[in-house]
């Protein structure tokens, strides 16, 4: 089984694809880059655009693992929603099943949150309501950490000091989440 991952820092922080690859026993690649958003995946002018799209051509995966960047999904909706479709229509012509990798409110409480001005229950709700749309939309698989994240927040310490990128706790309960969207694909598949 080969998973191809696109997104950023959320993804290689930890070098959670390898606890992916670990929990999954599959070849896990990721294209990523600290604070690209999907559009980016789509651009064959930027090296992250023409490296993925050239994979999406010319070689085979199994699954494909989509995350926007952090606030993406709330603060431009337009360009979240129009490149999972477009990212998510690749996909399927390439053979694979896309993932909707949803992620997480930024640490209640914390600098960054207040920085934004939002609080941690409506960032939480807004990400989760435009991870789940897009993936009704498209037909997607989801991988809720964010849902996981909003459950586990209060008694797991699931963030690195800066409050927004993950723990390697919370890089292992990601890369578990993502691991179960896939084995129920597959179980459904049967």
Request: hydrophobic share 40%; net charge negative.
């Amino acid at each position: 089984m080969r998973i191809l991952m696109l997104g950023n820092s959320f993804i290689f922080t930890n070098n959670m694809p390898q606890m992916l690859a670990d929990l999954t026993e599959a070849e896990v690649v990721h294209h990523t880059r600290g604070g690209a958003r999907l559009s980016e995946q789509l651009n064959p002018n930027t090296k992250l655009g023409s490296q993925t799209q050239a994979a999406l051509q010319n070689e085979q995966w199994d699954y494909v693992v989509l995350q926007e960047m952090s606030y993406g999904p709330i603060t431009a909706p337009k360009s979240f929603f129009s490149s999972v479709e477009r990212l998510c229509r690749q996909i399927r012509a390439n053979g694979a099943v896309p993932i909707l990798f949803a992620t997480w409110a930024y640490q209640r409480g914390g600098a960054k949150l207040t920085d934004k001005g939002w609080d941690y229950d409506e960032m939480a709700q807004k990400l989760s309501e435009a991870y789940h749309k897009a993936a009704q939309e498209t037909n997607a698989l989801i991988a809720d950490v964010g849902r996981r994240f909003y459950e586990l927040s209060d008694t797991q310490d699931l963030y690195a000091a800066d409050g927004v990128h993950l723990s390697e706790l919370g890089s292992r309960i990601a890369a578990e989440t993502i691991a179960a969207a896939i084995q129920t694909h597959k179980e459904n598949e049967l």
